[in-house]
């Protein structure tokens, strides 16, 4: 993608911290001593991978619904299997290092051809697929853009696929597009509208606009009223409920409006912008890192305060081997 919007690298450049933040909590924490690890913990995940669906179909946009697919395709298939290139070393990598499976061509077949779905990986699966949807639905959804009212209808109608019995999923490859009970996914059917608004968004250039405002606003308080009804129980995410699709809409929008007045910050620019750009490689390399130094087996317990320390470090050693590898 040669195309680069500031905006998009800062939302995407927030995103990456927070994910790695919490990753760290997850994995050397204690959410019952240490409360606001928790939060922090939680509300990274309610939030970052909506965003990242969101940030993706913006930068899509960008990058190719401009253009006629017969420009474009070989890049978006290119960029898929880089994705998917990535699920797998990221797959793999949990499979060794947490789970302490062999790394014998068996196992190796199974993430491989998508029999085995790793944990903390299957995200990266996700975006592969939306990456070649795009590539199969190309024409339909460059239409689909260009009606408002037929978007907005769509968009909508994709919520209630939350309401397909998961428990009937079964096969891994059907339950990675519409969900399933039988493993932990982000299904690509219930998260598609915030893939196409992410395109919208773009597309229409929106900023601050009241509608916007107090739609997300709404769609956040409907949810947020639901969980205190439930006693403060977040709605389920493995399988994604509606309620839980709907809850980070306010949230993303304010970082999209904070992304925009942050990227006139040359500072935060400098910070954030070469996170988001190089964000799958972020994605990859703390995953491994986290990975490694949790399978030593040695105790490692952190504060809120200090997992915040210790992710910075994380993203800084990744950034000093990004400027090497290039050196």
Same mark, same amino acid.
């Given at each position: 993608?040669?195309?680069?919007?500031?905006?998009?690298?800062?939302?995407?450049? !927030? @995103?990456?911290?927070?994910?790695?933040?919490?990753?760290?909590?997850?994995?050397?924490?204690?959410?019952?001593?240490?409360?606001?690890?928790?939060?922090?913990?939680?509300?990274?995940?309610? =939030?970052?991978?909506?965003? +990242?669906?969101?940030? +993706?179909?913006?930068?899509?946009?960008?990058?190719?619904?401009?253009?006629?697919?017969?420009?474009?395709?070989?890049?978006?298939?290119?960029?898929?299997?880089?994705?998917?290139?990535?699920?797998?070393?990221?797959?793999?990598?949990?499979?060794?290092?947490?789970?302490?499976?062999?790394?014998?061509?068996?196992?190796?077949?199974?993430?491989? &051809?998508?029999?085995?779905?790793?944990?903390?990986?299957?995200?990266?699966?996700?975006?592969?697929?939306?990456?070649?949807?795009?590539?199969?639905?190309?024409?339909?959804?460059?239409?689909?853009?260009? %009606?408002?009212?037929?978007?907005?209808?769509?968009? +909508?109608?994709?919520?209630?696929? &939350?309401?397909?019995?998961?428990?009937?999923?079964? =096969? %891994?490859?059907?339950?990675?597009?519409?969900?399933?009970?039988?493993?932990?996914? +982000?299904?690509?059917?219930?998260?598609?509208?915030?893939?196409?608004?992410?395109?919208?968004?773009?597309?229409?250039?929106?900023?601050? %606009?009241?509608?916007?405002?107090?739609?997300?606003?709404?769609?956040?308080?409907?949810?947020?009223?639901?969980? =205190?009804?439930?006693?403060?129980?977040?709605?389920?995410?493995?399988?994604? &409920?509606?309620?839980?699709? =709907?809850?980070?809409?306010?949230?993303?929008?304010?970082?999209?409006?904070?992304?925009?007045?942050?990227?006139?910050?040359?500072?935060?620019?400098?910070?954030?912008?070469?996170?988001?750009? %190089?964000? !799958?490689?972020? @994605?990859? !390399?703390?995953?491994?890192?986290?990975?490694?130094?949790?399978?030593?087996?040695?105790?490692?317990?952190?504060? &809120?305060?200090?997992?915040?320390?210790?992710?910075?470090?994380?993203?800084?050693?990744?950034?000093?081997?990004?400027?090497?590898?290039?050196?």
């Amino acid at each position: 993608m040669s195309q680069r919007d500031v905006k998009a690298d800062i939302f995407k450049g !927030l @995103l990456v911290v927070g994910m790695i933040f919490a990753h760290v909590l997850q994995f050397f924490g204690d959410m019952n001593l240490y409360p606001a690890s928790k939060i922090i913990s939680d509300y990274a995940n309610i =939030i970052t991978f909506t965003g +990242f669906v969101f940030c +993706f179909g913006y930068v899509i946009d960008i990058a190719y619904m401009g253009r006629s697919f017969k420009e474009v395709w070989r890049k978006i298939i290119i960029s898929a299997f880089r994705i998917l290139i990535a699920f797998y070393i990221s797959g793999i990598s949990y499979r060794l290092f947490i789970d302490k499976r062999q790394p014998n061509m068996n196992n190796i077949l199974k993430i491989i &051809t998508l029999s085995d779905i790793p944990g903390y990986s299957e995200f990266l699966l996700s975006f592969a697929l939306y990456v070649f949807l795009v590539a199969l639905l190309f024409k339909p959804i460059k239409m689909l853009l260009h %009606n408002k009212m037929v978007f907005w209808i769509v968009f +909508f109608t994709l919520f209630l696929t &939350t309401f397909i019995p998961y428990d009937k999923i079964k =096969i %891994n490859q059907l339950g990675l597009l519409i969900g399933t009970t039988k493993f932990y996914a +982000f299904p690509v059917l219930q998260y598609m509208p915030f893939f196409i608004l992410g395109m919208y968004f773009h597309k229409y250039k929106i900023g601050f %606009n009241i509608r916007f405002f107090f739609g997300s606003l709404l769609l956040s308080g409907i949810s947020i009223v639901s969980i =205190i009804k439930n006693g403060g129980a977040l709605p389920g995410r493995f399988p994604p &409920t509606i309620m839980w699709l =709907i809850l980070p809409a306010f949230a993303l929008y304010m970082y999209y409006l904070l992304s925009s007045f942050l990227s006139k910050s040359s500072m935060i620019v400098g910070a954030l912008q070469p996170i988001g750009r %190089n964000s !799958l490689v972020y @994605l990859i !390399l703390s995953n491994i890192i986290i990975f490694a130094v949790k399978s030593t087996n040695i105790i490692i317990l952190v504060s &809120t305060l200090q997992g915040l320390l210790y992710s910075v470090l994380l993203m800084l050693m990744i950034r000093y081997l990004i400027r090497f590898s290039r050196a």
